[in-house]
Nanobody
Framework: QVQLVESGGGLVQPGGSLRLSCAAS????????MGWYRQAPGKQRELVAVITSGGSTNYVDSVKGRFTISRDNAKNTVYLQMNSLKPEDTAVYYC???????????????WGQGTQVTVSS
């Protein structure tokens, strides 16, 4: 069984900051990539940021310069530091990971349950 547990969401004023975390648990052999998606009401889910096992990162253009993704491999955890938050950042943020498990020969993709981020005055 694999579980991705997100935390750190909440209500913040425009210009504020939040840090999301996602901890992966289970019989994990290797994490190939972990990232964050978000989905606002009525909008398609989009990739916000991703970090690979080699440490390379990618961001959607709208968050570049404001968000930073990082990881702690020893804790199987990925973080998303969100600064200068805007109302348009309001969404449910989902953790996503490509994981290699003990029982498998190739990686599979997994999703967390999501955490709500609301940016409002």
């Amino acid at each position: 069984q694999v579980q991705l547990v997100e935390s750190g969401g909440g209500l913040v004023q425009p210009g504020g900051s939040l840090r999301l975390s996602c901890a992966a648990s289970g019989n994990i052999v290797r994490i190939y990539a972990m990232g964050w998606y978000r989905q606002a009401p009525g909008k398609q889910r989009e990739l916000v940021a991703v970090i690979t096992s080699g440490g390379s990162t990618n961001y959607v253009d709208s968050v570049k310069g404001r968000f930073t993704i990082s990881r702690d491999n020893a804790k199987n955890t990925v973080y998303l530091q969100m600064n200068s938050l805007k109302p348009e950042d309001t969404a449910v943020y989902y953790c996503n990971a490509d994981l290699l498990l003990i029982a498998t020969m190739s990686p599979r993709n997994y999703w967390g349950q999501g955490t709500q981020v609301t940016v409002s005055s």
